[in-house]
């Protein structure tokens, strides 16, 4: 069985940074494409971010583009989403995901999902 355990979360004020974390036990975290996801209240799930096994490919929302970056530590087994110039509409629960094979924009294509952890920005 795989676990994600999101951490990292938190309130910041608008134009603020802060560095999620996705810790993943139970199998061989090289072998999952990962991502990150949010949801707003009120909203469908949306896609943030994403990256290769390997690290070597990595996708953004236009949303986030610029602002967001994402990587991997396969050593460590964890995941990060460095969040910079954040805004108010950033708010959201911030979910990792991992999933088999390549990389992907839709949430019903991942396997893993964790807890999720809350990042407010106040403006």
């Known amino acids: 069985q795989v676990q994600l355990v999101e951490s990292g979360g938190g309130l910041v004020q608008a134009g603020g940074s802060l560095r999620l974390s996705c810790a993943v036990s139970?199998?061989?975290?090289?072998?999952?494409?990962m991502g990150w996801f949010r949801q707003a209240p009120g909203k469908e799930r949306e896609f943030v971010a994403a990256i290769s096994w390997s690290g070597g490919a990595r996708y953004y929302a236009d949303s986030v583009k610029g602002r967001f970056t994402i990587s991997r530590d396969n050593a460590k087994n964890t995941m990060y989403l460095q969040m910079d110039s954040l805004k108010p509409e950033d708010t959201a629960v911030y979910y990792c995901?991992?999933?088999?094979?390549?990389?992907?924009?839709?949430?019903?294509?991942?396997?893993?999902w964790g807890q999720g952890t809350q990042v407010t920005v106040s403006s």
């Open positions: 995901a991992a999933k088999f094979g390549p990389t992907g924009r839709s949430p019903d294509e991942y396997n893993y």
């Open positions: 139970g199998r061989t975290f090289s072998s999952y494409a």
